[in-house]
Structures are given as C-alpha cells and as structure tokens.
C-alpha cells in the first residue's frame, strides 16, 4: 500500500501564495473525488482543511484551496500567514474500502 | 462541540498485547464510520484501519491479522486491539471520525511505545 507522492518541504513569505501536490493514482486520486489535506502541528490533533477535493469545513479560512487533475490533487494556500507553518498532508479514498495518506509536506513561512 | 478522547496506550514488549480506546462525544456516534491513523516518530501519519457503522472494518496490510478494531455504541467508545506487537507499531494513535470520506475530526492521541 503505496503512500501518496507529497514534496517533503515548501516554503513562502507572509502573504504569498504557495501550492502542494499531491500524487497517486487511477486507484485512489485518479479514481474518487474523495481527496482531503490535514495540517498538523506538532503535538496536537491533526485539523481536516478540505474534503471532497475542494470542500472547506465551517471554520477554516478561504485562503485554503483544493483542486484535482487526473492523478494529481493540490493545495493552494493564498495570503499566507505565520500560522499557517506546520505539516500538512493529503489522504484519498482507495479502492476496497481503505484510505491512504500522502508522506507528508513541511511548510515553512518565511 | 465534537471530542474524541484516546487512552490506553503505553510501553509493551515485542510480542505484546495493548488495546487502545477513543472516547467520542457530541457526534452521533453509532450512525458514524471511525478510524485509527497512527503516527512513528519523525514520520508521516498511516492510516491503519476503519469501522463503519454496522461494525464492518477493513485494515492497512502492516496490521491485518493481529489488529482488531471495534466499537460499542452504548458506550460511544472505539477501540483499537493490538497484538503481536513489533517495533514498528510504536508511535502516536490517533482515533478520528469520517465523514464524506474524510476523516473529520480527530484525537489528540495516545502513544504506544514497543520496547523491550
């Protein structure tokens, strides 16, 4: 059961807009419209950013953004902020009824 | 405001057995799928496995076998039951619940360290 494809690392400045990929295939990304990222500060309990490729829950900021092609989903992050620095990482439904999670993209905001 | 609150974790000997509980409140928890993601240290979150409502569960291969997941409603409380524990298991778990095939809201985790 293969990870999801994530950079290791991205880095901004305040303000700025940066994108995350996140790669599978015709299995789980390719497959579904069921692509969702979470942040994650060290610590503390990870927080759903979107869902369904491009869902916001109540609550998170319209600065977070999702979108999928083929086998390649991606999170932009506009406008960013120091508090926006920490891990985040996409999950997909995969078939039979399973998930998997992408390695995992440290952003550091400059 | 939905809370899930993991205990049970701990240091167990390779080999080992440890069950891990997630207590859940202001959800409706028996019409919810749950799940287990674990996390080893200085590494990425897994998902390891999941359980919908009806009781039907499906694992990660690395714990096919020697995980069982289950829940009991009355209680509104999931657990994880571990046996034949290796190295590899030792990290942070983190009970989260689904929704649109999301894992929606999350624990803050309990660590299972595997050691001898």
């Known amino acids: 059961q293969s990870a999801l494809t994530q950079p290791a690392s991205v880095s901004g400045s305040l303000g700025q807009s940066i994108t995350i990929s996140c790669t599978g295939t015709s299995s789980d990304v390719g497959g579904y419209s069921y692509v969702s990222w979470y942040q994650h500060h060290p610590g503390k309990a990870p927080k759903l950013m979107i869902y369904?490729?491009?869902n916001r829950p109540s609550g998170v900021s319209n600065r977070f953004s999702g979108s999928k092609s083929a086998n390649t989903a991606s999170l932009t992050i506009s406008g960013l902020q120091a508090e926006d620095e920490g891990d985040y990482y996409c999950s997909s439904y995969r078939r039979s009824n399973s998930w998997v999670f992408g390695g995992g993209t440290k952003l550091t905001v400059v | 405001e939905v809370q899930l609150v993991e205990s049970g974790g701990g240091l167990v000997q390779p080999g080992g057995s440890l069950r891990v509980s997630c207590a859940a409140s202001?959800?409706?928890?028996?019409?919810?799928?749950m799940h287990w993601v674990r996390q080893a240290p200085g590494k990425g979150l897994v998902w390891v496995s999941y359980i919908r409502s009806d009781g039907s569960a499906t694992y990660a291969d690395s714990v096919k076998g020697r995980f069982t997941i289950s829940r009991d409603n009355a209680k509104r409380t999931l657990y994880l039951q571990m046996n034949s524990l290796r190295s590899d298991d030792t990290g942070v778990y983190y009970c989260a619940s689904d929704a649109a095939y999301s894992l929606y809201y999350w624990g803050q985790g309990t660590v299972v360290t595997v050691s001898s």
């Open positions: 202001g959800l409706t928890f028996n019409n919810t799928w």
């Open positions: 369904e490729v491009t």
